[in-house]
């Protein structure tokens, strides 16, 4: 079993859709969360940042953890054909100074016009 | 601000060739420095990572090596290249001991 699981896709959604994207992961030490878009051949920057339980809102997007049920999850409101990229998330435990992060395997995201 | 840059974009190179990849942050001290691989549609695999200078670990065994020569300078490094080495190299930066990291453009190499 991987430690973070993200379902791949693809996921096509019309225009102004409100989309759902999900990770599940099952170390109960992870506190820190992020989620990473990646548009095509570029780099992933980072989205969104969440430390431990709970929501956190930028703009059209929000981020929610539930430690309870080590599940993670980023909205999309008001969806556009610009959010189409590639969507991963990470996380960690905090627990060494190496700041490496888990990733999923990312979840591709096409938002149609 | 802080800035990564990554070198050459794109890089076609025959097996058994060597390579050379390298990566520089601007604007920041002692950051915590990765490689990492991503094949088609595939996630991120973590390749190196190093939390100093001349400091560095391995994740994957494989004909790849990183180096650290300068603070703000990671390179990675191959002697023969393999035609599984063909993929999408990023290099990040993270504040010493934070979980953030922060990507570069990448390397799209193809060795053929």
């Known amino acids: 079993q991987k430690e973070v699981e993200q379902d791949p896709g693809p996921l096509s959604v019309p225009e102004g859709a409100i989309v759902s994207l999900n990770c599940t992961y099952s170390?109960?030490?992870?506190?820190?969360f992020m989620w990473y878009r990646q548009y095509s051949r570029k780099g992933p920057e980072l989205l969104m940042y969440t430390y431990s339980s709970g929501n956190k809102e930028d703009g059209r997007f929000t981020a929610q953890v539930d430690k309870s049920s080590k599940y993670i999850s980023l909205f999309i409101r008001d969806s556009q054909p610009s959010d189409s990229a590639t969507y991963l998330c990470?996380?960690?435990?905090?627990?060494?100074?190496?700041?490496?992060?888990?990733f999923g395997q990312g979840t591709t995201l096409q938002v149609k016009p | 601000s802080q800035t990564i840059h990554q070198w050459p974009a794109t890089l076609v190179q025959p097996v058994g060739s060597p390579l050379s990849l390298e990566c520089t942050v601007e604007?920041?001290?002692?950051?915590?420095l990765y490689w990492y691989r991503q094949a088609a549609g595939r996630g991120l695999q973590l390749l190196f990572y190093s939390v100093g200078i001349g400091q560095i670990s391995s994740e994957v065994p494989q004909n790849l090596s990183a180096s650290r020569p300068q603070d703000r300078q990671f390179i990675l490094s191959s002697k023969k290249l393999l035609l599984s080495d063909s993929g999408f190299y990023l290099c990040a930066w993270s504040v010493y001991a934070k979980e953030t990291q922060y990507f570069g453009p990448g390397t799209r190499l193809l060795v053929l």
């Open positions: 170390n109960s030490a992870f506190q820190y």
């Open positions: 990470a996380m960690s435990d905090g627990s060494s100074n190496t700041g490496k992060l888990i």
């Open positions: 604007g920041t001290s002692n950051p915590n």
